[in-house]
């Protein structure tokens, strides 16, 4: 099972903020909180993670002193940065989705002026039928493609073509 989310990896810039404080505070070696409690957990790990954290805590260089220190201060870090992660807002999940969009219509405005360069080329290297070709395929795309994407690889069409990109939707493909 995949703990993959299926949520965007973008951070916002309080994330970001609060990610970076993580990462560079202070080790975490409380055993027990204020009133002197602690609790004792046991688990299991792969054994590359294992040798990994024993590295660590051997280390002269590391600022950890024992196996648990090093335990201890990662539980803390994951639930940090989990902390973190879990606290975006309706707005950051806004910004996020609207980063999606426009990278989509980034993407298809590249392709579009890829492809219309390409004919170009055809057009160039006298091979007309297979410029017209090419043109009369991202013509036919782009009258299928739904607001905003249309108007984007309109815009790229006119700027490409010199052709008026109204004229190309009256036309048929």
């Not at 219309?116 to 080329?121: V, Y």
């Given at each position: 099972?995949?703990?993959?989310?299926?949520?965007?990896?973008?951070?916002?810039?309080?994330?970001?903020?609060?990610?970076?404080?993580?990462?560079?505070?202070?080790?975490?070696?409380?055993?027990?909180?204020?009133?002197g409690r602690s609790e004792t957990l046991s688990i299991r790990v792969i054994p590359a993670h294992a040798r990994r954290l024993s590295e660590l805590a051997q280390n002269p260089e590391s600022?950890?002193?024992?196996?648990?220190?090093?335990?201890?201060?990662?539980?803390?870090?994951?639930?940090?940065?989990?902390?973190?992660?879990?606290?975006?807002?309706?707005?950051?999940?806004?910004?996020?989705?609207?980063?999606?969009?426009?990278?989509?219509?980034?993407?298809?405005?590249?392709?579009?002026?890829?492809?219309?360069?390409?004919?170009?080329?055809?057009?160039?290297?006298?091979?007309?039928?297979?410029?017209?070709?090419?043109?009369?395929?991202?013509?036919?795309?782009?009258?299928?493609?739904?607001?905003?994407?249309?108007?984007?690889?309109?815009?790229?069409?006119?700027?490409?073509?010199?052709?008026?990109?109204?004229?190309?939707?009256?036309?048929?493909?």
């Amino acid at each position: 099972m995949s703990n993959e989310s299926s949520e965007s990896s973008w951070l916002t810039a309080e994330q970001h903020r609060r990610v970076l404080r993580v990462v560079s505070a202070p080790i975490y070696r409380a055993t027990h909180d204020k009133n002197g409690r602690s609790e004792t957990l046991s688990i299991r790990v792969i054994p590359a993670h294992a040798r990994r954290l024993s590295e660590l805590a051997q280390n002269p260089e590391s600022p950890y002193r024992t196996l648990s220190d090093v335990v201890r201060h990662h539980v803390w870090m994951g639930l940090q940065l989990e902390a973190a992660r879990s606290s975006a807002t309706d707005a950051d999940r806004d910004l996020d989705q609207l980063r999606g969009e426009m990278e989509d219509l980034r993407c298809t405005a590249q392709t579009v002026r890829d492809l219309l360069l390409e004919a170009k080329n055809y057009e160039e290297m006298g091979l007309s039928k297979l410029a017209n070709r090419v043109r009369k395929r991202v013509q036919k795309d782009i009258q299928k493609m739904p607001e905003p994407k249309r108007e984007y690889a309109l815009a790229v069409w006119t700027e490409i073509t010199g052709e008026n990109s109204n004229d190309q939707t009256d036309k048929p493909g």
